[in-house]
């Protein structure tokens, strides 16, 4: 399953990178959740450790086997993906009025963070196996019919915001796969016309109010507004060199709620300044351009498809909750990938790169 000559063949700067990014986020992660009173972290480092050292053995194990061997059992991992997602509509733990985990003993599993995958492993195989690949209109809505039934499924949640992460894993594939400009820009302006319909038939009423305290966060600053009129003090307080690790005011006294979560860049921008997010950010471009060139580089379409999809979602999810975090964006509950608190999206964001670095050491197999 596992040639040791492959070793030799490991992106050893793309797993050094990535791990650069994991030890940020924990080290942030500690600070956001320390308490100065009791002198103290909180569980969530403890948790978020346990998950890094998970996801490394996903990293491992989705290095270890052929990428090609998974793609032969695409449609039954899509099939595994759809059964975890209906059970959780069923019988899921419910927090915050969401249905969106499995319960496991001391840990709760979220089946959308891991959707991802599964959504860029088959449609990678589907316009790999495609002789035309994404070139024809019915060879998108094909396509299409996956994302749209994980779509629908982790939207009924409701999880809007993972659901639309779904977006970029499939049109990034499709561009890969031949898909013309031109169609593209059909597809965005349906998404324009669509947008009136979603706004009074799709979305929920805390859902519009995301929107509308995104264009005026001063109409309710005390209530829907205030989550995100902290997020941007707290990334315009650091400065050019930061207020010192752990000595953020905003994130230590908890003025920013649940900063360790989806707010966590805004923690490090507090605590490290300008210079630390420059730092932060070379370090996510390059991941992401190292990940691109993977795909550049590798044997065969599948592996081309599969990753450029994989890096279309994870470079989506990092822009977005960085905009968000500096008020450019509405807020959504989407993680900074890697850096983020959250035992799933650690093991998953992990699981991704393990394909990535898969593909790009096996361009010299047969």
């Known amino acids: 399953m596992f040639e040791r000559r492959l070793y030799f063949h490991v992106d050893w700067l793309l797993v050094v990178s990535v791990l650069a990014l994991t030890a940020i986020g924990l080290a942030m992660i500690y600070s956001s959740t320390y308490d100065p009173i009791r002198e ?36 039954v991992i899509f099939g595994g993906s759809v ?14 009025g969401a249905r969106r985990w499995i319960p496991l003993g001391p840990v709760n599993l979220q089946p959308s963070e891991f959707a991802r995958i599964a959504l860029a492993l088959v449609v990678a195989t589907y316009f790999a196996e495609n002789r035309r690949g994404a070139g024809q209109w019915r060879d998108l809505a094909l396509g299409a019919a996956f994302l749209a039934t994980l779509a629908v499924l982790i939207a009924r949640q409701p999880d809007l915001g993972t659901a639309v992460t779904l977006v970029p894993i499939f049109v990034g594939t499709a561009y890969a796969a031949g898909m013309r400009p031109k169609v593209l820009a059909v597809l965005a302006l349906l998404a324009v016309i669509a947008a009136p319909i979603a706004w009074f038939a799709v979305l929920k009423d805390y859902q519009k109010s995301r929107i509308e305290t995104f264009l005026d966060p001063e109409q309710d600053p005390r209530g829907a507004g205030y989550q995100q009129i902290q997020a941007r003090i707290t990334v315009g307080s650091g400065g050019l060199t930061g207020k010192g690790y752990m000595q953020g005011t905003q994130g230590q006294f908890k003025f920013l709620p649940v900063a360790h979560n989806d707010f966590i860049y805004s923690v490090l921008a507090e605590e490290l300044g300008f210079l630390g997010v420059v730092v932060t950010l070379g370090l996510y471009l390059f991941v992401i351009l190292r990940s691109l060139e993977a795909a550049r580089l590798a044997r065969d379409r599948l592996g081309a498809y599969l990753v450029v999809g994989l890096v279309s979602g994870f470079s989506f999810q990092v822009v977005y909750n960085i905009t968000m975090s500096a008020g450019l ?20 964001t992990m699981a991704v790169f393990g394909l990535v670095l898969n593909v790009r050491m096996r361009r010299f197999t047969n």
């Open 40 to 75: 103290r972290v909180g569980t969530e480092f403890y948790k978020q450790t346990w998950a890094v050292g998970l996801g490394l053995v996903a990293l491992l194990v989705c290095l270890s086997v052929d990428y090609r061997l998974l793609s032969e059992y695409s449609l």
């Open 329 to 348: 964006a509405p807020v959504k509950g989407l993680t900074l990938p890697l850096m983020s608190y959250g035992g799933s999206s650690i093991i998953a």
């Open 83 to 96: 059964l975890l997602l209906v059970y959780v509509l069923l019988f899921g733990f419910v927090a915050g």
